[in-house]
C-alpha cells in the first residue's frame, strides 16, 4: 500500500503536504476514458492531458497543430473516468502566448467544459502576464520549463536543455518567478539531473520531472511510451514497463488468422 494511498482526491494542497514530507509525486499521461479509468484505479497521483496528444493521438510530428477544442475533448473524456487523480489540462500552443486575456479565456474554457482540476503552460518570464491573469482567475496553473516542445522550432532540436550557465540560470530565474507568481507545481523537461535537484531544492512547490533526475519530487512519462505502444521514440529517460505493441499486433495477428480460417466465432460465440 502506497503512502498516499487512502487519499480520497488529489488536491495542490495534497501535493504541497507530499512535497513537504518527501513523499513522491506519480504523474502520466492519457487523452481517453478508458486509459485514465485505468491508471486512476491503478492510483496515480496527477493525470495530464497533454498536448502529446498531438503526437501519440493524431499523430502529427510537433505539438503545435493541437487545438483547444480538441484538447476539451480529450480532457473532457478522462475527466469522466477519474475519481482519485488531480486532472491537469495543457493549454495548446496559440492560446495563451502574448495575449493575457486569450489565455485566461482559454483557462476558462478548459476548467468549464471539462472538469479538470488544473492547466498547464510552457515558458518562463515571457508568459508570466497570463499566468498571473489565469491565476487571479482561481485556476490552478502548473509551469513547465526546460525542453518546451511547443518552442521546437524556435530551439530545431530535441536534445537536452539547459546544460550551459546561461540557460541554466535563466530556468532557475524563470522557475523563481513562476512560483513567485503563484504556480503550484513545475514540470522540468530533459535538464540535467544537477539541475533538476538544485531547482527541487529552491522551490517550495513541488516539481515534477520528465528526464530531469531521481532528485526532483515526481516523475512524469508519456503513458504511451512507458507502456510500448510506441516503439520509434527512445530517450534515455524513458523506462519502457511493457512491450505492448508486440502484444498488440500479436493479438491482432491471431485475430486476422482465426477469422480467415474459420475459428472465430466458434458455436459458443454466437446466438
Ligand atoms: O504534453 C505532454 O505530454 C507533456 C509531458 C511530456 C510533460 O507536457
Excluded at 487519499?7 to 492519457?30: C, E, F, P, W, Y
Excluded at 473524456?77 to 491537469?88: I, K, P
Amino acid at each position: 500500500m502506497s503512502l498516499t494511498s487512502n487519499i480520497k482526491r488529489v488536491t495542490t494542497h495534497v501535493l504541497q503536504n507530499m512535497k513537504k514530507q518527501g513523499v513522491k509525486i506519480s504523474m502520466l499521461t492519457a487523452y481517453d476514458y478508458s486509459t485514465a479509468l485505468l491508471i486512476d484505479s491503478a492510483g496515480i497521483d496527477i493525470i495530464l492531458v497533454g498536448d502529446s496528444a498531438a503526437n501519440v493521438m493524431a499523430g502529427f510530428e510537433t505539438t503545435l497543430p493541437m487545438t483547444l477544442d480538441a484538447m476539451i475533448y480529450h480532457a473532457s473524456s478522462v475527466v469522466r473516468a477519474v475519481n482519485r487523480a488531480m486532472v491537469v489540462v495543457d493549454l495548446p500552443f496559440g492560446t495563451y502566448q502574448g495575449n493575457s486575456k486569450e489565455a485566461l479565456q482559454s483557462a476558462i474554457r478548459i476548467m468549464k467544459e471539462t472538469g479538470a482540476h488544473a492547466i498547464k503552460i510552457e515558458g518562463g518570464k515571457e508568459i508570466l502576464e497570463s499566468v498571473s491573469r489565469i491565476l487571479s482567475a482561481g485556476i490552478p496553473v502548473m509551469g513547465h520549463l526546460g525542453l518546451t516542445p511547443q518552442s521546437i522550432n524556435k530551439f530545431g532540436t530535441y536534445a537536452v536543455r539547459a546544460t550551459s550557465e546561461e540557460e541554466a540560470r535563466k530556468l532557475i530565474s524563470d522557475a523563481l518567478l513562476l512560483e513567485a507568481s503563484g504556480i503550484f507545481g513545475l514540470v522540468l523537461e530533459k535538464i540535467p539531473a544537477d539541475l533538476g535537484r538544485e531547482v527541487a531544492q529552491k522551490l517550495s512547490i513541488p516539481v515534477i520531472g520528465i528526464g530531469a533526475g531521481g532528485k526532483v519530487d515526481g516523475q512524469v512519462l508519456v503513458v504511451h511510451d512507458m507502456l510500448g505502444i510506441t516503439t520509434e521514440f527512445s530517450p534515455r529517460f524513458l523506462r519502457r514497463y511493457h512491450n505492448l505493441s508486440e502484444e498488440i499486433q500479436n493479438s491482432v495477428k491471431q485475430y486476422i488468422s482465426d477469422v480467415k480460417s474459420g475459428d472465430f466465432p466458434n458455436e459458443n460465440e454466437q446466438y
